[in-house]
């Protein structure tokens, strides 16, 4: 979740989820276009003896084994651009969980790959929302996730993937969450 929580008045809360539309995803993606690319040119140009890069001469390789695996490595990471650059096309991962008093009902939605499955909406009755729980767990591969606990069911998970939260921010959010559904705290 994002400190950018939209309220109605005192009678909805509605929290945006950042999916794949982070900056880190757009970097991670552009440097993987071009090293891809500068690749797939270097073995083509070795290939054809042609030179195509502006900034090496790669026709001085030769095609097998070199330029032939400069390629395949070029190939592999234009198919990893592509899926890259496709799952911030589609957000996927991006949504909102939304806590509406007026309806009385919990609505936790996200966007994945297009196809059957396209968008996970997911309601619940506010009534049957037992806790809203923390779990931290510090180290090598710190995680810092907030979960919703529903009865009957496993807890749900309500904080974004990827980069933890910050403790401050974390507590922050339990703390309101739990205090605008008149919920306990777990976990703190």
Request: glycine share 10%.
């Amino acid at each position: 979740m994002t400190s950018q929580s939209m309220v109605t008045g005192d009678r909805v809360l509605r929290k945006p989820i950042v999916g794949s539309r982070r900056l880190s995803n757009y970097l991670l993606a552009t440097v993987v276009s071009v090293g891809g690319i500068g690749f797939l040119l270097a073995g083509l140009s070795s290939y054809l003896r042609v030179n195509l890069l502006p900034f090496a001469n790669p026709t001085q390789l030769i095609f097998v084994p070199q330029g032939l695996v400069m390629s395949l490595y070029g190939i592999a990471a234009v198919l990893l651009a592509l899926y890259l650059w496709l799952t911030i096309l589609w957000d996927v991962g991006g949504g909102y969980n939304e806590f509406n008093r007026e309806t009385g009902q919990v609505q936790i939605f996200r966007l994945g790959f297009p196809g059957k499955n396209r968008k996970i909406d997911i309601t619940y009755p506010l009534d049957e929302v037992q806790s809203v729980s923390v779990d931290i767990k510090e180290g090598l591969n710190p995680r810092r996730a907030l979960y919703l606990n529903v009865k009957g069911r496993n807890p749900i998970p309500l904080t974004r993937v990827g980069q933890p939260m910050s403790l401050s921010e974390i507590e922050n959010e339990a703390a309101e969450l739990a205090r605008f559904m008149g919920v306990p705290l777990e976990g703190l």
